[in-house]
C-alpha cells in the first residue's frame, strides 16, 4: 500500500508544482476520512489540486461555486414532480460524488453552508424525510476567500470543526512560477492523468489508517488531550477546541504515520499537524492569530 500512496503523490506532482507540503497535508485528510479546508487567495493551484486528486484516484469529481444565492437545494438535490409518473423523482445534486470542490465557501449565505454540515459528518443527506448515503471515499475540498474580502459570510464554529485540516497554498517561488508557465506550454494536463489508484484502494488505506494497524501510544493519547485541554483554558482563546479535534489529530497522525511508512505515530507527528488541525478550532480573543497561540502551546506543552 505504501507504493499507492507513493504514487499518488507523484501523480498529483506532476499537475501541481512545487506544493509537496500541501499535496502532503491533502493526503492526510484524505487517509484520515475528513475534509480540507484550503484558506487562500484566488488563482494558486486549488482547484487544479482538486480535480488531479479525483482524477488519480479515479473518482467522480463535481464542483459548486458559491455565491450569495446558492440554495441548499443546490447543493443536495431536491425532488422534482414528474407528470408522467405521477411521482416525485429525487434529483441528486453534487454531494453525489467521490470529491466535491465546494469553491470560496464563504461567499455562500450560512443557511446555504448548513447544507453541507449533516454530509460532512454524516456522508448522507436528508431531503423531505429521505435520508440518502454519498458515495465512499466521500471528500470535500472547500476554498476560502480572506475574510477581509467583500461579500463573504464567515464560517461558524460547527462548519469550521467539520474540516480534518486547514492549510494555505501560498504564492509559488520565482523558480516554481516560471516552471508552472513553462508546464501551460507543454506540460501534462489534468485530462491526461491516468488513475493510479482504486476508489476500493482509497478506502482500504483510510482502514489502515484510522484503526489499530498504525499504532497510537498511551502516552502520545495523553499529549494530545494535553494539547486540546490547553486550548480551552488559555487567556488569549475565547473558544478552544472541541473533542472532535482531538480524535481527528489522532486520525491525522496516523495518516501521516501511513503516509511515511511506518505502523506507529510519533511526537513529532502531533507537532507537525497541530497547526493545521487546531488553529481553525480556535478563537482567539482581541484579534490575536491563532495559529501563534497553537506555536506556542506546542512550546509550553511538554511530550509526556
Not at 159 to 176: C, H, I, K, N, V
Request: glycine content about 6%.
Amino acid at each position: 500500500m505504501r507504493e499507492r500512496i507513493q504514487q499518488l503523490a507523484e501523480n498529483l506532482n506532476r499537475t501541481i508544482v512545487g506544493k509537496n507540503d500541501a499535496i502532503r497535508l491533502v493526503l492526510v485528510s484524505l487517509l484520515a476520512g475528513g475534509h480540507a479546508l484550503l484558506e487562500d487567495v484566488p488563482g494558486v493551484g486549488k482547484t487544479l489540486l482538486a480535480k488531479s486528486l479525483a482524477r488519480s484516484i479515479d473518482g467522480k469529481f463535481q464542483r459548486i461555486q458559491c455565491t450569495p444565492d446558492l440554495l441548499p437545494s443546490d447543493i443536495t438535490g431536491t425532488n422534482i414532480w414528474n407528470p408522467s409518473t405521477g411521482e416525485f423523482t429525487f434529483m441528486p445534486g453534487p454531494v453525489f460524488t467521490n470529491v466535491l470542490l465546494t469553491d470560496e465557501i464563504n461567499r455562500a449565505t450560512p443557511r446555504t453552508q448548513s447544507a453541507l454540515l449533516e454530509v460532512m459528518e454524516e456522508r448522507q443527506v436528508t431531503v423531505d424525510g429521505v435520508s440518502r448515503s454519498v458515495e465512499s471515499p466521500f471528500f470535500v475540498i472547500a476554498t476560502q476567500n480572506p475574510i477581509e474580502y467583500q461579500g463573504t459570510f464567515p464560517l461558524p464554529e460547527a462548519q469550521m470543526d467539520r474540516f480534518a485540516l486547514s492549510f494555505s497554498l501560498g504564492y509559488p517561488t520565482a523558480a516554481e512560477e516560471l516552471q508552472m508557465l513553462q508546464q501551460v506550454q507543454g506540460g501534462i494536463k489534468v485530462a491526461d492523468l491516468q488513475p493510479c489508484i482504486s476508489l476500493k484502494e482509497v478506502q482500504e488505506l483510510q482502514q489502515l489508517a484510522t484503526q489499530v494497524q498504525v499504532k497510537v501510544d498511551k502516552s502520545l493519547q495523553q499529549y494530545i488531550v494535553n494539547l486540546v485541554r490547553a486550548t480551552r483554558s488559555d487567556e488569549e482563546i475565547t473558544l478552544g477546541v472541541s473533542p472532535r479535534g482531538a480524535v481527528i489529530l489522532q486520525r491525522a497522525t496516523q495518516a501521516l504515520a501511513l503516509i511515511d511508512d511506518r505502523d506507529y505515530a510519533t511526537p513529532d507527528d502531533v507537532k507537525f499537524l497541530a497547526p493545521y488541525v487546531l488553529s481553525h478550532r480556535t478563537t482567539p480573543a482581541g484579534g490575536r492569530r491563532a495559529g501563534a497561540i497553537v506555536d506556542r502551546l506546542l512550546w509550553e506543552v511538554s511530550i509526556p
